[in-house]
């Protein structure tokens, strides 16, 4: 935990003085991933003796959103007195789509919501003068579970290093660092990971165990293991496996473009460090 913490902080407090603000805009959604990016954000502004008022948390509801997701974010932003606004994005949903002639709730409805939520991110960041934090994680941009030119886009992505159940491994131990927000952390902890994009959606119905990919990730990326091999080792997850594999392979073009962000674990699947490969290489 220290460790990670420390490599989080300390990238994002070189990335501000090398930029020259103190001043970061976040979508805070109430789920794993912008919460931890939340909160090593306020670390290292604590860290720093950094005004938490320069750190502007954004929820961002749209129709498929909970009131329990939306409820957690509004308590952390709350708890450390952050710049917390909310901004429903219902209106901007709908005129994007109707300028489009679109009415039907897919994959399009989905993507018009992360990336006016992204817009939003970004004009925002002008207004104030600082930069967007990407909160998506490693095992997130390894699936391409992500809007292109929505949430896949940020100045700087500080989850991006760290796979799924890392985060949430770094969000209970934050648990039980502070007293204080722990019945909101473990919520957030418990509640189903979902994008919010769609009524009833659960992320892992679609991709498959967190635990499995990143049990993939790790022995694919780590130690260069086939999928033949892989599959050897999970023969009752054939089907996550080539999932995996398929959605790794088609995602590139995602990766390609990604924003910078701090290597913590085993490598990154950063175009800007240790990973690089074509978009249309086959698996």
């Not at 939520?117 to 992500?146: P, S």
Request: net charge negative; with cysteine; glycine share 6%.
């Amino acid at each position: 935990f220290s460790q990670i913490t420390k490599i989080q902080t300390s990238a994002l407090l070189r990335r501000l003085k090398h930029i020259g603000t103190q001043k970061v805009i976040i979508g805070l959604s109430g789920g794993l991933d912008s919460t931890l990016a939340f909160l090593q954000i306020v670390k290292a502004y604590q860290q720093a003796n950094y005004d938490l008022k320069n750190v502007f948390a954004v929820s961002m509801p749209s129709y498929p959103t909970s009131d329990r997701t939306k409820n957690n974010a509004r308590k952390l932003a709350e708890h450390f007195n952050v710049s917390f606004m909310e901004k429903p994005i219902h209106d901007i949903v709908d005129s994007q789509l109707s300028i489009i002639d679109h009415e039907d709730m897919d994959v399009t409805y989905e993507n018009v919501q992360a990336r006016a939520r992204t817009n939003i991110l970004l004009n925002m960041a002008n207004k104030h003068g600082g930069i967007v934090i990407g909160t998506g994680d490693m095992t997130e941009i390894a699936l391409g579970w992500c809007t292109y030119g929505g949430d896949q886009f940020a100045h700087y992505s500080l989850n991006g290093g760290i796979p799924k159940t890392l985060v949430r491994f770094m969000v209970t131990e934050y648990a039980s660092r502070l007293p204080e927000i722990k019945d909101v952390l473990l919520d957030i902890v418990d509640t189903p990971i979902s994008p919010e994009l769609l009524p009833n959606q659960i992320t892992e119905d679609t991709i498959g165990s967190y635990e499995i990919n990143d049990f993939i990730m790790y022995i694919y990326l780590k130690h260069g293991d086939s999928i033949e091999r892989i599959k050897s080792f999970i023969p009752e997850s054939e089907e996550i496996v080539d999932g995996f594999f398929t959605r790794f392979y088609k995602s590139q073009f995602k990766r390609s473009t990604m924003p910078e962000g701090p290597k913590v674990v085993f490598t990154s699947l950063s175009s800007h460090s240790d990973f690089r490969m074509a978009s249309d290489v086959k698996k």
